[in-house]
């Protein structure tokens, strides 16, 4: 089994920056993808960004631009680093993992909150 703890999560102001954090339990080294997820108030949980064990990164075209993934393996965390924050990108931020074995499952994080204001 792997958990995964998120931190980083807080109040910004419009236009600040926040770098979110996911610490696995197991070594990141053995997941296929992790990501980052959001979900707000009235809206379905949405892929913010993701990485791969090769490095490649995908954004959602919302955050593109602003966002970066990142991942430690030597820390099995992985990151999200958030500027130029909008109101919009208010909601609650899950760490997602993929692991193949000897962990093999898909994993979440308890979610940590990001709240933008004007």
């Known amino acids: 089994q792997v958990q995964l703890v998120e931190s980083g999560g807080g109040l910004v102001q419009a236009g600040g920056s926040l770098r979110l954090s996911c610490a696995a339990s197991?070594?990141?080294?053995?997941?296929?993808?992790m990501a980052w997820y959001r979900q707000a108030p009235g809206k379905q949980r949405e892929l913010v960004a993701a990485?791969?064990?090769?490095?490649?990164?995908n954004y959602a075209d919302s955050v593109k631009g602003r966002c970066t993934i990142s991942r430690d393996n030597a820390k099995n965390t992985v990151y999200l680093q958030m500027n130029s924050l909008k109101p919009e990108d208010t909601a609650v931020y899950y760490c997602?993992?993929?692991?193949?074995?000897?962990?093999?499952?898909?994993?979440w994080g308890q979610g940590t909150q990001v709240t933008v204001s004007l």
């Open positions: 997602n993992a993929k692991y193949a074995v000897p962990w093999s499952g898909d994993y």
């Open positions: 197991r070594s990141i080294f053995g997941a296929i993808t």
């Open positions: 990485i791969t064990s090769g490095g490649s990164t």
